[in-house]
Each structure stands twice: as structure tokens, then as C-alpha cells.
């Protein structure tokens, strides 16, 4: 069974410029997260999506940070514009059905650096 | 608001020896309690998981974990480090909103 996909990997972008990453879940899996994990510190929630509409977005700064996820498969981040405080790696997990059982796969992450 | 607290930042231990990796949590109503560890520039992968009955868990790699609820602690466990269990541990919890947070991270150094 493939895992969690995420690109890219690594990203390096300037200060107000834009940036979207990507996320595709393990096939079947129902629900989405987007994580944003700063440095020494655990992941945070971002987003919660159950199928292509979001349940949780209480964390997301939604003045700059989007996020969709259209036919209930593959979803998008984006950052516009970006800030230094943007700088952490940003993880994407799918889980089969979102209950408070399930468990969350995770993706290998995108590591942004905000210059 | 539920909380997870991961009270020690490193912990080190003998290779062969015991581990344990401390986790304590504060949830409204049943928590489900989760164990993730993460390898150098990877994701994170799961352990282990606490939903309802058994106190003691067993998870992935000979972990396991100790769900005690007059404590509101939910400890990882191994009977024997290796040093290959060298990694950052996570300790997650999740109420019935489906609201889940993560702990700070626990660095795990097994030493040879």
C-alpha cells in the first residue's frame, strides 16, 4: 500500500513571495490533515478536511495560509505571502475515516525556509 | 482546552536497558491516546494507540504503553532499548470532537 505523498520535499523562498504544496492521501482514506511543525516543537493542526470539506480550521491563519482539497483526493496548500515565522516543515496525514480512533498516517513532509 | 505534556525534552538510556518516555494528558471526557516517533527528516510514524479497554497497549518495534487514567499518564514502554529506537517520540491525544493535539517531543538517545 503506497503511503502519504507530499512535494516537493524541500522549498526556500523569499520573504512575501508565495508557495503551494502539495498532498496526495492514501487511496480510500476519507480525511486529510495539513500540519505545520516548527522546529522543537509537535505538529500543529492547520486543517482538517472529511472528504473535500473542512471540519477544522480553527489553527489556520487564513489572512495568508489556504488550502483545498477538490474531488475529495489530493489537496493544496498555499502561503500567500509568506512570512520569516513561516519556516517549519509542513505535514500532510490521512486517516480512513477522521474518528477519534482512527490513526493518522503521515506524509515525509515539505521543509519551507521563509529567507 | 486538552493539553499533552511531554515533561522531558531528552532522555537517555543504555543500550539493553529499559526505556521509558513519559506522557500525561488533559482531555474532556474518554481520551484516545496516541504514540508517534519520527526519524530524521521523515514523517511521522505510528506506534501505538489507546482507545477503550486493556490499560496496557502494544504497539509497532516491541513498544508498548500504559494508559492510566487516575494519572492521566499514558507512558511508553520498552522492555529493552535499541539503538535504532534513537528518535523523537510524540504522545498525542484526541477528544470526542475529534480535536487532536501533539506533545513537544521526547528525544530518545540509546546509548551503545
Known amino acids: 500500500e503506497a503511503g502519504v505523498a507530499q512535494s516537493p520535499r524541500y522549498k526556500i523562498i523569499e520573504k512575501r513571495q508565495s508557495v503551494a504544496f502539495w498532498c496526495n492521501p492514501i487511496s480510500g482514506h476519507a480525511t486529510l490533515y495539513w500540519y505545520q511543525q516548527i522546529l522543537g516543537q509537535g505538529p500543529k493542526l492547520l486543517i482538517q478536511?472529511?472528504?473535500?470539506?473542512?471540519?477544522?480550521d480553527s489553527q489556520l491563519p487564513k489572512d495568508r495560509f489556504s488550502a483545498e482539497r477538490l474531488k475529495g483526493v489530493d489537496s493544496t496548500l498555499k502561503i500567500q505571502p509568506a512570512k520569516l515565522e513561516d519556516s517549519a516543515v509542513y505535514l500532510c496525514a490521512s486517516s480512513l475515516k477522521g474518528g477519534g480512533a482512527d490513526t493518522q498516517y503521515f506524509g515525509p513532509g515539505t521543509r519551507l525556509t521563509v529567507l | 482546552a486538552q493539553s499533552v505534556a511531554q515533561p522531558e525534552d531528552q532522555v537517555n538510556v543504555a543500550e539493553g536497558n529499559p526505556l521509558t518516555v513519559k506522557c500525561t494528558y488533559s482531555v474532556s471526557g474518554n481520551p484516545y491516546l496516541f504514540w508517534y516517533v519520527q526519524y530524521p527528516n521523515r514523517g511521522l510514524q505510528f506506534l501505538l494507540k489507546?482507545?477503550?479497554?486493556?490499560?496496557l497497549v502494544k504497539g509497532s518495534y516491541g513498544f508498548e504503553a500504559e494508559f492510566n487514567k487516575s494519572q492521566t499518564s499514558f507512558h511508553l514502554k520498552k522492555p529493552s532499548a535499541l539503538v535504532s529506537d534513537s528518535a523523537l517520540y510524540f504522545c498525542a491525544v484526541r477528544d470526542i470532537a475529534q480535536k487532536v493535539t501533539f506533545g513537544t517531543g521526547t528525544k530518545l538517545q540509546v546509548i551503545p
Open positions: 478536511f472529511q472528504n473535500n470539506g473542512v471540519v477544522d
Open positions: 489507546y482507545i477503550t479497554g486493556d490499560n
